[in-house]
């Protein structure tokens, strides 16, 4: 297992809020999932949520990490 200290932080993608409502939903959804990626959906350039794949999702509880106590 890698150390913090050698960990290299990938940025996240971004995706438009704007996106979403022109019908690309879909698409990118897909593209989170399929990738196993994370990704900020903003609304006027300012983050409103985060998207992350469902297997991520289940690493992070099997880590014992339930982002949901956050």
Do not use: Q, W
């Not at 940025?11 to 939903?25: I, Q, T, V």
């Not at 992350?52 to 992070?60: H, Q």
């Not at 509880?61 to 982002?67: F, H, M, P, V």
């Amino acid at each position: 297992m890698a150390t913090d200290e050698n960990r290299s932080i990938k940025p996240m993608e971004h995706y438009n809020m704007s996106d979403f409502l022109r019908g690309h939903a879909s698409k990118i959804i897909t593209k989170v999932s399929e990738e196993d990626n994370v990704g900020y959906v903003l609304k006027h350039g300012k983050p409103m949520v985060i998207m992350i794949s469902n297997e991520r999702y289940e690493r992070l509880l099997k880590a014992g990490i339930d982002i949901n106590e956050y």
